[in-house]
Structure formats: structure tokens, C-alpha cells
């Protein structure tokens, strides 16, 4: 047989599996519901938000839904964003480090997604700044979906029948664009809103009821608060959290986040997966992240390195190690000479600091640790992960 018949046999095979049915692959083509669902975010006092959407946005985040979930934006055809952000685990992996088009693994544990609308910084070093400049990078990316050119990428969507209505919907005109694109999977992810956790719930009977900012660590004042439907479990827990702890130093604001942009290093020996230069925070601060459905999103940190959240807790409990770029809410003030406070602010606050205070340990007994857990348990939000909106359409039966 010669060369050229042999690739072409070859090529044809391979086509012909790819073609074959495969039911575990999900659906070729999506399955959209007749009326555009409403991605509308709804105003909310504990998000603050008021967002007022343009009618062309349920038919963007639509196109962005499609986009997501379709297998056709990588390079070869094996991955979409939702093959390793899972729905039903707050859109993380369930594994420490997910796999890309080739089977190669990622350079770092997947993040989840919830509320990025709010955030101003993504990735765990918050390289991005810019939701719809974010979502093209894992479609670049080599290991990730490894597209070269999104111009080659459009083309190739352009050929898809399911396409250019859906563009055509969004935008006016049929033809895919690398701006449609981008936008499209920006509005779907900007539409990802969690804000019904039993959390959020007592919260507003809350904020109701008092005048006190709910979100600022520094106002709250535990003995006033009683939290709708929390057991005393639950409310010792969001206490140890606001207070003791020191958590909500770090982990404030409506996603207990930080308010979406905040740094820290928080005395992980941190591996080669740990180094990173952007964000001007220090080389080894990560992004604080949302702590919305926390109990969901496991394995934690960077790289996936604890499997559950009491691994998390055994961390801040007694094993946060020393190093000249630890956060100084980490570190207890407490017995340290006063001379610190002649030191450049900048090495103060809010990272760094001087060797003269130690890692904090906070020695949890068990009693607290069953109340932080059962406190984090309260920010899963079930109506988020089952909401069909952000579901996957190549194989729900809408
Ligand atoms: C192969 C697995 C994989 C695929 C496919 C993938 N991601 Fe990710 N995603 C990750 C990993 C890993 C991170 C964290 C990377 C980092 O911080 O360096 C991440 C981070 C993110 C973040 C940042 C969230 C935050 O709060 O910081 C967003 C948003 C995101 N991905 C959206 C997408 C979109 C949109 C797509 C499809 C175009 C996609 N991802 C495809 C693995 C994946
Ligand atoms: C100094 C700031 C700071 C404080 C204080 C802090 N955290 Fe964190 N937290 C972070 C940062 C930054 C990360 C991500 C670190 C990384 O991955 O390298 C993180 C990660 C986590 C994670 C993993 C989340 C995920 O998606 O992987 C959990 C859970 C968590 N923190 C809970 C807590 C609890 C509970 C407390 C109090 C006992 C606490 N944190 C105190 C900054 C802080």
C-alpha cells in the first residue's frame, strides 16, 4: 500500500470514529429551549447589585451557554470549558490537576466559577483582569484547548449549523466573530450568579432587621446577630469565622473573597506551581478565593493539595509556616516587640512583615472546627448548581 492511501485510510478511520455515535460524548447538537430562558441577574442588597442588562444579553449568555459546553472549541474536538469546570461541583474538578485536550494536565487546580461578575481579578494569581480577555486564554492555551487562532476557531464555527442563528440572535448578523465570541461567554459566565445559599437567605432576614453592614469583618458584632435558620452550630461557626479565626480577614464581602480581588500568601510551602509574578503582590500571594460552595469545589488551593476541608483547617489550625512574604493577618501580633511598627508600612501591611511575629496558631479544638465546617457548609447554594440555565444543553433535555 502505498504512503498516501495508507494516511488516507488511516484519516477516514479516525473520522468514522469520531462520527460514531457515542452516547457517554453527549449530543451533537444542543438542545435549546424554545423561548430564550431569562439570564437576567435579579437585584440583590446582599450582592449589591443593580445591573442593568441590555436586551441582547438572554440571547448572549445563550450563545455563551452553547459555547461552554461545546466540545467543537478545542483543537481537536476532546474538551469544552465544561469538561473541567463541573456544575454540579460549584464548576470545579473534582481532581487536583484536570486534564487538556491531549491529556495532558493542567498547570494548576481548576478554578471554580460563582459570581465572577463581581470579581476584578481571575486565575489564581489574577493574571486576568478582564472577563472577556480571560475567556479566550484556556482556549488558548496548549495544555487546555490548545486553539492557535480564534479567527481559524470562528471559521470553523461559521461551518456549524447551530451557529449562526444562535450568533444571529445575539448580534443581528449571522457570522461568527472573535468580539461575539468572547462577549458571548463573558455574559454566560457574568450571568452565573450564586445568591440563595442558606447563607444569603439569613443574611437578608438580617439586613432587614439592622442597620449593621453584614459583610464587613470589622462591624460585625457577634452577640447581636442570631442568623435565620442557622443552628448554634452553624452560628458559632460564622462567629469563629468573623472573629477567632481570623478568616473573614482575608475571606470578606458577599463571596467571601475578598470582595473578588485580594492577595495573600498564606504559608503553604509553595512548590514550582506556586510562582507566578503578575499582580504586583508578592510572588507567592494567590487570589483569595470565594469561599460560595466551598464544600462542593474540592480539592482545595492552587494545586489541589488538600482533599477536604479538614485538611484546610488542619492548615490554618497549626501548619502555617514561616516565610519573610507571609501574610501578616497570619501572624500573632500578640508577643511581638513594638518596633515593628518603625517599618516601611508597605512591609507591614498587607502582606510581609517583620520575623519578630509568629505564624499564628490557632489550635482549633474540635468543637470549633465542627463549627466552621458546619458555618461553610451554609454557602452551598443547590438552586446555583442545578440551576438548568448554566446547564450543560448537548445533553440535558430541555
Ligand atoms: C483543561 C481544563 C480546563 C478547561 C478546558 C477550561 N478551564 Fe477554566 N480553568 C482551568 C484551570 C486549571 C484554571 C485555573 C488556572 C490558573 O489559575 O492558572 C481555570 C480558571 C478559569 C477561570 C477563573 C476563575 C476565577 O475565579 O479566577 C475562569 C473564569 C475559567 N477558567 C473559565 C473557562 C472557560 C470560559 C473555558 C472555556 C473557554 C475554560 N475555563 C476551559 C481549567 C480549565
Ligand atoms: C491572609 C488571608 C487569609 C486568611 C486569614 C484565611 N484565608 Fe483561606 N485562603 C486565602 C488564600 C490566598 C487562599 C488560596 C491559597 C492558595 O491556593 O495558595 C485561601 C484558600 C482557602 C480555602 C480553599 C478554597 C479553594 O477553593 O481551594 C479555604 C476552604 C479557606 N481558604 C478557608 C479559610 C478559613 C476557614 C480560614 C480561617 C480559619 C481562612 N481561610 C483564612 C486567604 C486567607
Redesign the pocket.
Known amino acids: 500500500m502505498n504512503i498516501k492511501l495508507a494516511i488516507a485510510i488511516a484519516l477516514t478511520t479516525a473520522t468514522i470514529i469520531s462520527c460514531s455515535p457515542d452516547p457517554a460524548a453527549g449530543l451533537r447538537s444542543p438542545v435549546l429551549p424554545e423561548a430564550l430562558l431569562d439570564y437576567s441577574i435579579e437585584a440583590n442588597s446582599i450582592l449589591n447589585i443593580e445591573l442593568d442588562q441590555d436586551p441582547g444579553w438572554d440571547a448572549r449568555a445563550q450563545l455563551g451557554r452553547v459555547l461552554f459546553y461545546d466540545r467543537t472549541l478545542s483543537q481537536n474536538g476532546a474538551v469544552s470549558c465544561g469538561s473541567c469546570h463541573h456544575q454540579g461541583h460549584g464548576f470545579?474538578e473534582p481532581i487536583a490537576l484536570s486534564k487538556g485536550l491531549r491529556q495532558e494536565l493542567t498547570a494548576r487546580?481548576t478554578?471554580?466559577i460563582v459570581n465572577a461578575a463581581f470579581q476584578s481579578s481571575y486565575f489564581?494569581d489574577g493574571r486576568a483582569t478582564d472577563l472577556a480577555e480571560q475567556v479566550t486564554m484556556p482556549l488558548q492555551n496548549h495544555v487546555e484547548m490548545g486553539i492557535r487562532d480564534l479567527d481559524v476557531l470562528v471559521d470553523r464555527l461559521a461551518q456549524i449549523d447551530y451557529y449562526p442563528p444562535l450568533f444571529e440572535q445575539a448580534y443581528g448578523s449571522p457570522q461568527p466573530n472573535v468580539e461575539g465570541l468572547r462577549e458571548g461567554l463573558a455574559t454566560f459566565l457574568r450571568s452565573m450568579v450564586s445568591q440563595n445559599s442558606r447563607m444569603d437567605q439569613a443574611a437578608s432576614v438580617s439586613m432587614n432587621n439592622g442597620p449593621f453592614s453584614f459583610w464587613d469583618p470589622w462591624t460585625v458584632t457577634n452577640d447581636d446577630i442570631q442568623l435565620d435558620g442557622f443552628s448554634s452550630l452553624e452560628q458559632q461557626g460564622f462567629e469563629?469565622?468573623h472573629g477567632k479565626?481570623?478568616?473573614?480577614?482575608?475571606?470578606n464581602g458577599p463571596s467571601f473573597n475578598?470582595w473578588g480581588g485580594?492577595?495573600?500568601?498564606?504559608g503553604?510551602d509553595?512548590g514550582e506551581l506556586?510562582q507566578f509574578s503578575a499582580g504586583g503582590w508578592g510572588a507567592t500571594?494567590?487570589?483569595?478565593?470565594?469561599?460560595r460552595n466551598?464544600a462542593l469545589?474540592?480539592?482545595?488551593?492552587?494545586?489541589?493539595r488538600?482533599a477536604s476541608?479538614d485538611d484546610?483547617?488542619d492548615h490554618?489550625?497549626h501548619g502555617i509556616l514561616d516565610s519573610p512574604t507571609l501574610?501578616s493577618?497570619?501572624r500573632n501580633w500578640d508577643n511581638a516587640s513594638p518596633f515593628i511598627f518603625e517599618e516601611p508600612f508597605i512591609d507591614f501591611f498587607p502582606?510581609g512583615g517583620s520575623a519578630e511575629a509568629e505564624p499564628v496558631r490557632?489550635n482549633?479544638t474540635p468543637g470549633e472546627r465542627a463549627a466552621?465546617l458546619a458555618f461553610?457548609g451554609t454557602l452551598t447554594d443547590l438552586d446555583f448548581v442545578k440551576d438548568v440555565r448554566y446547564s450543560d444543553p448537548f445533553t440535558s433535555s430541555l
Not at 479565626?245 to 475571606?251: Q, T
Not at 485580594?262 to 498564606?266: E, L, N, R, T
Open positions: 470545579a487546580n478554578s471554580h489564581w469563629l469565622f479565626m481570623l478568616c473573614a480577614s482575608c475571606h475578598g485580594s492577595f495573600a500568601d498564606i503553604l509553595m506556586g500571594a494567590m487570589k483569595v478565593p470565594s469561599l466551598v469545589t474540592a480539592p482545595y488551593m492552587h494545586d489541589g488538600f476541608l484546610v483547617l490554618y489550625s501574610d493577618r497570619l502582606f490557632l482549633m466552621l461553610m
